[in-house]
Structures are given as structure tokens and as C-alpha cells.
Antibody, heavy 121, light 112 residues
């Protein structure tokens, strides 16, 4: 069974950056896409981007291009999402998720527990 | 980006009654090379990550009760809960992963 464990809650100042980790256990890490999805308080789900570790190149939602960087460390089966130039509107719970089907983006059936990032001066 | 629009934003349904949620995409999410609709339905309860319900528009995830069903193709999709149970109170999202990925705004299902 696949298990995703995310790093803990963060409190950040506007203009700074945050890096959230997502460590996978169970199953093969490199061939399944990891997506990052966020949810602002009381709001809907928003796909930020994703990566298939073996391919190495991340795909990003247009509105986050230039501000988000998604990477992986295959040696530790960990994915990272770094968001820069933080503003108050980035306050949200950030989720990582893994697809079931290999070598393709698609539906996510394994999710991390979520990481709350709060941005406040 | 492909825009996903769900309707209604919320609905209240009596126990045992049918709930129907619609999802419309701004362009087709049907991949003609494999005849699959790149459309997924998730259920989310407060404080929890989303839960996979339906993928490829109509394939029910293992363990999901058969009162949940998905239908549609191209740009118009529907999630149906045939007989609403108390545990189905949640927010439901459609998502396309055709190009690249976007979610609908969500539909809140409540008990009447």
C-alpha cells in the first residue's frame, strides 16, 4: 500500500518562499506522477503542477508558472513543492497525490495528509 | 487552460433520494486515440484530502458504493448518487487531466 507523508505546517512572511515535502513509501516511486493540489480556506481544489520522477521535467499550471518549482529526490522517494514570492492569498492546505497508472498524469488515488501554509506579516 | 464548470454549486437532497451533479468542460476531454474521457470525480469531506470516486468518466473506483455512477463524454459529464446516504454529505469535484489538469469549483451536497 502506498503511503504519502507530508512535512509539517509552515508560517511564512509575505515575499518569502516555502518548500513542502512529500515522502512516499510502498510501491515504485520513480514511474508514478506526483501532483500538487492546494485548497485555500473555504475554497475549492486547485491543481498546481506535477512531475513524473523518472522523466524529471515538471508540468505547471499556467497561473503558477515562474513561482512554483516541483522536484523529486529518487534516492529518498520524496517530492518537493517550492512556492516563492508568497502572498496572503497563498494561505492554503497543500496536498501531494500520486497516480495509480504509471508513466502518465491522471487520476490520483493516493493522497498525503496535507500541509497548512500560512502567510502573514 | 480548460475551464471546468459544475452545476449546481450546492444541492440539498433527502435521504434515499437521487443527487445529480453536472460538469461541463470548455473543450473536449475525450482522447480519440484511446477513446477515454480524461475526467475524474472526487469526494471531499471537511479536513480530509479528496477521495477518488470515478475515473475515465464512468469507471468506479474499487470500494466505492455502486450508488455512485458517472456518465458523459466529450464536454458534458454527470455524477449521480442514486440513493443519498448520510455519509455522502460532502463536496464533489470534477477534474480533467487532458490538458494539463483543472478542477471544477465543487458542488456541496447536503441532506434536506
Amino acid at each position: 500500500q502506498v503511503h504519502l507523508v507530508q512535512s509539517g505546517a509552515e508560517v511564512k512572511k509575505p515575499g518569502s518562499s516555502v518548500k513542502v515535502s512529500c515522502k512516499a513509501s510502498g510501491g515504485t516511486f520513480s514511474i508514478y506522477a506526483i501532483s500538487w493540489v492546494r485548497q485555500a480556506p473555504g475554497r475549492g481544489l486547485e491543481w498546481m503542477g506535477g512531475i513524473i520522477p523518472v522523466f524529471g521535467t515538471a508540468n505547471y499550471a499556467q497561473r503558477f508558472q515562474g513561482r512554483v518549482t516541483i522536484t523529486t529526490d529518487e534516492s529518498t522517494s520524496t517530492a518537493y513543492m517550492e512556492l516563492s514570492s508568497l502572498r496572503s492569498e497563498d494561505t492554503a492546505v497543500y496536498y501531494c497525490g500520486r497516480t495509480r497508472e504509471s508513466y502518465t498524469y491522471g487520476y490520483v488515488n493516493f493522497w498525503g495528509q496535507g500541509t497548512l501554509v500560512s502567510v502573514s506579516s | 487552460d480548460i475551464v471546468m464548470t459544475q452545476s449546481p454549486d450546492s444541492l440539498a437532497v433527502s435521504l434515499g433520494e437521487r443527487a445529480t451533479i453536472n460538469c461541463k468542460s470548455s473543450q473536449s476531454v475525450l482522447n480519440n486515440s484511446n477513446n477515454k474521457n480524461y475526467l475524474t470525480w472526487y469526494q471531499q469531506k471537511p479536513g480530509q484530502p479528496p477521495k477518488l470516486l470515478i475515473y475515465w468518466a464512468s469507471t468506479r473506483e474499487s470500494g466505492v458504493p455502486d450508488r455512485f455512477s458517472g456518465s458523459g463524454s466529450g464536454t458534458d459529464f454527470t455524477l449521480t448518487i442514486s440513493s443519498l446516504q448520510a455519509e455522502d454529505v460532502a463536496v464533489y469535484y470534477c477534474q480533467q487531466h487532458y490538458s494539463p489538469q483543472t478542477f471544477g469549483q465543487g458542488t456541496k451536497v447536503e441532506m434536506k
